[in-house]
């Protein structure tokens, strides 16, 4: 994992108060499949609200506007995080 993806990470862990191992991280490739990962580590069920969380996130840490980004927008391929 490069720097970006490093601090996107601790940004989300911060935001949900929760622990992602490295191992879950570099499985994460999407905003999406972040958004599986927390609502599963905090059991809730609302993963609308928890992808609009994670994408402001990736959003601030990235300098992207919001609008582009989406639930299937790969991090590295498509957002330049190293």
Same mark, same amino acid.
């Given at each position: 994992?490069?720097?970006?993806?490093?601090?996107?990470?601790?940004?989300?862990?911060?935001?949900?108060?929760? #622990? @992602?191992?490295?191992?879950?991280? +570099?499985?994460?490739?999407? *905003?999406?499949?972040?958004?599986?990962?927390? $609502?599963?580590?905090?059991?809730?069920?609302?993963?609308?609200?928890?992808?609009? #969380? @994670?994408?402001?996130?990736?959003? +601030?840490?990235?300098?992207? *506007?919001?609008?582009?980004?989406?639930?299937? $927008?790969?991090?590295?391929?498509?957002?330049?995080?190293?």
């Amino acid at each position: 994992m490069g720097l970006d993806t490093v601090e996107l990470v601790m940004a989300f862990e911060e935001a949900f108060d929760i #622990r @992602i191992e490295d191992s879950d991280a +570099a499985k994460m490739t999407t *905003p999406g499949h972040v958004a599986e990962y927390v $609502s599963q580590q905090i059991q809730e069920n609302n993963q609308s609200i928890i992808l609009k #969380r @994670i994408i402001e996130i990736t959003s +601030a840490q990235l300098g992207i *506007p919001i609008e582009k980004i989406n639930k299937d $927008s790969h991090f590295v391929e498509d957002l330049g995080a190293d």
